[in-house]
């Protein structure tokens, strides 16, 4: 075995470690892998308590307001920048620190309540949501989730109010969906009270406008040849950072600044490191995890909006003496864009009342999303697109930069192809193991391995011989419940 080779099942190893370590609870989707419908997870249907529904009401009448009287997609597309005031103007209404807690600024709201300030966004300018997902819901949730006390008492009350901004940068050369293949040097200084970074990172969003960077790095493993990924806060003040291409010219998301930078010899303190040393990773995946929950609120809201001008346009548009809305074509059309919008709506919050509940392994359940949300809104586009005809080619209708906007969105954040891999991967391990206990105690039998293959074996023929039960009150939907019953069980 070659060094790269050597180095590569390495990395391979550590997120092994990473993903499988400790014990691993039934989740909702491990259960569907395992024939089983795991229903006090997503039944009965997630709300927020009266009082929390009551403050984001308020929040999201603060936010329509500001966003009808201060945002121009439009605009943030042809100038390929958002403004400041728009910037100051999502601090204002809290959505730049929506879960951060009270006592540093933040609002405190749940996943649940901070997806439906993401999907208002979302409904009108991908540029703006994205920015808030690269500041927020990547770019600072490192610090709420691994942050020291001593490093959120001093970055924090300033980035949730969006006087500074936040940025997450992982992405290399080589490095993207491939994350452990991150190649930036850190190297501990003599006096072992910094580290040396060494690097370039690329594809960044908000990288010319953050005042802290949350950026991955290699580092020394003590008494060994090996490295690991280590996380360090970063400004762009340090010297040797060098802002590379501050704005780098793409076909979608204009309005955002996704750059490209380079540490020369940046000198970075030992107490900017986030998070265990050498378990980068840990705290890349995690808070990747919990941006695709966010990503698929800023879908949906994009879904609605099409399926708004598809109605208002099917209604108002008339072909052969006839609006299009009164051509079956159009109206299966204009059915399948709502139940997109309803599917990902639903699929959303019970995503993230998940997290707001504590299920500590939410990975599948996000990767699902951040695949079905991408892909049915490139759909829904699509479709949209067509019920308007040539017309929505033209730039003075929206639909034209939602389509170059949502392209990315397949790619951004883990492209769904290796997302798709992952899942299968995850959700067919449960499954794997017990086949293995049971091939094990075939090959080599000894007392503990007979019982771990009893159980395995009996777990097996359980989910062969039962078909899960979905419990529903509706005596309408039994039917239903016993066909997705039987779907889950195949």
Request: glycine letters at 8%; a positive charge; aromatic letters at 8%.
């Amino acid at each position: 075995m070659n060094k790269l080779d050597a180095q590569r099942q390495r990395e391979i190893q550590q997120a092994e470690e990473l993903l499988f370590a400790g014990p691993q609870a039934l989740g909702f989707a491990k259960g569907l892998f395992q024939g089983r419908f795991v229903a006090d997870w997503v039944m009965p249907y997630p709300r927020m308590p009266a009082a929390q529904q009551t403050e984001l009401d308020k929040s999201l009448g603060e936010l329509r307001q500001f966003l009808d009287e201060g945002l121009d997609p439009a605009e943030i597309d042809r100038q390929a920048e958002i403004p400041r005031s728009v910037i100051d103007g999502l601090g204002r209404t809290g959505v730049l620190g929506a879960t951060a807690p009270v006592e540093y600024g933040g609002r405190g709201f749940t996943q649940m309540a901070n997806c439906k300030l993401l999907e208002e966004i979302g409904r009108r300018c991908a540029s703006t949501s994205v920015f808030v997902n690269a500041h927020h819901s990547i770019g600072i949730r490192a610090l709420l989730l691994f942050g020291t006390q001593e490093q959120k008492q001093i970055w924090l009350p300033k980035l949730v109010t969006g006087e500074q901004l936040g940025a997450f940068a992982l992405t290399e050369q080589e490095a993207g969906s491939d994350a452990a293949n991150v190649q930036m040097q850190a190297r501990p200084s003599d006096d072992g009270a910094h580290f040396i970074l060494n690097g370039e990172k690329r594809y960044i969003t908000n990288a010319a406008i953050a005042h802290v960077l949350t950026v991955m790095a290699r580092t020394p493993v003590p008494g060994s040849d090996k490295t690991a990924i280590t996380a360090f806060l970063v400004t762009p003040d340090m010297p040797g950072f060098t802002m590379l291409e501050a704005r780098m010219p793409k076909m979608g998301i204009r309005g955002t600044a996704t750059g490209r930078f380079a540490l020369r010899n940046v000198k970075v303190p030992r107490e900017n490191i986030l998070g265990p040393m050498g378990k980068g990773l840990k705290v890349a995946l995690t808070v990747l995890d919990f941006g695709r929950t966010t990503f698929g609120a800023c879908c949906t809201g994009a879904a609605k909006t099409c399926l708004r001008l598809a109605i208002e346009h099917a209604n108002t548009r008339k072909q052969f003496n006839k609006t299009l809305g009164e051509f079956d074509l159009v109206k299966k059309k204009i059915a399948r864009v709502a139940a997109d919008a309803y599917a990902m709506e639903a699929m959303t919050t019970v995503t993230a009342s998940l997290i707001d509940r504590g299920l500590e392994d939410y990975m599948i359940e996000t990767a699902m999303l951040k695949v079905f949300t991408t892909e049915r809104l490139w759909e829904v586009i699509n479709d949209a697109f067509q019920i308007y005809g040539g017309s929505a080619y033209f730039v003075d209708l929206p639909l034209e930069r939602m389509l170059r906007d949502a392209r990315i969105n397949q790619i951004g954040e883990g492209s769904n192809e290796v997302l798709t891999s992952f899942i299968a991967l995850v959700g067919m391990r449960g499954p794997g193991m017990e086949f293995k206990e049971i091939y094990d105690t075939m090959m080599k039998p000894s007392r503990d391995r007979v019982s771990k293959a009893w159980t395995a074996g009996m777990n097996r023929l359980g989910a062969a011989v039962r078909v899960p039960d979905v419990p529903v009150r509706s005596e309408q939907l039994h039917a239903q419940a016993r066909q997705l019953g039987r779907l889950i069980w195949r």
